[in-house]
Antibody
């Protein structure tokens, strides 16, 4: 079965950096795009970024553009999110999520990893 | 930028009742790119409906989606105890996803 397991969350000071990882299994990782979606405590869902199946294209929400970088290693079935210049408003649970078809929606989600930006 | 507005914010219903959730887009959107998700406390979201009306794998037929243009609806024909949750609509355009603010379906 499809599994997405995020790791790397934690507490970081404003202005700091963190790298999240997402280990995928149960499907042909190299054939699917992957999203990161976040959810601030008690709030709704916010799309963060998307990478195509081969890493050729990446897309970002305006709120993270220039600060976050998505990448993937298809030989390791792993997705990454490098987060720099973190702000308090980046505090959220970060989900990695498998694209169902051409980036249009998400059919599988990980359980999420919590990132807290606080001094 | 397309904004998705979900209403009502909270829906208080009893098991067995029919739930009707609305998602309104700020401009006309393609039905092909409208999805609905369910999220329970402490869990990741789950895809219910894609393409406005197609049920995802394993989703019971009491869930149905409809609509076009700017107005979309998720209907739960008869609420089961496990259906009390938050529901989000989502749209895709230009390789970006947008989510509505959510509707909480709570037990009356």
């Amino acid at each position: 079965q499809v599994q997405l397991v995020e790791s790397g969350g934690g507490v970081v000071q404003p202005g700091g950096s963190l790298r999240l990882s997402c280990a995928a299994s149960g499907f042909t990782f190299s054939s699917y795009g992957i999203h990161w979606v976040r959810q601030a405590p008690g709030k709704g869902l916010e799309w963060v970024t998307f990478i195509r199946y081969d890493g050729s294209y990446t897309y970002y929400a305006d709120s993270v553009k220039g600060r976050f970088t998505i990448s993937r290693d298809n030989s390791k079935n792993t997705l990454y999110l490098q987060m720099n210049s973190l702000r308090a408003e980046d505090t959220a649970v970060y989900y990695c999520a498998k694209d169902r078809y051409s980036g249009s929606d998400i059919d599988y989600w990980g359980q999420g990893t919590l990132v807290t930006v606080s001094s | 930028e397309i904004v998705l507005t979900q209403s009502p914010g909270t829906l208080s219903l009893s098991p067995g009742e029919r739930a009707t959730l609305s998602c309104r887009a700020s401009q006309r959107v393609s039905s092909s790119y409208l999805a609905w998700y369910q999220q329970k406390p402490g869990q990741a979201p789950r895809l219910l409906i894609y393409g406005a009306s197609s049920r995802a794998t394993g989703i019971p037929d009491r869930f149905s989606g409809s609509g076009s243009g700017t107005d979309f609806t998720l209907t739960i024909s008869r609420l089961e105890p496990e259906d009390f949750a938050v529901y989000y609509c989502q749209h895709y355009v230009n390789s970006r996803l947008t989510f509505g603010g959510g509707t909480k379906v709570e037990i009356k």
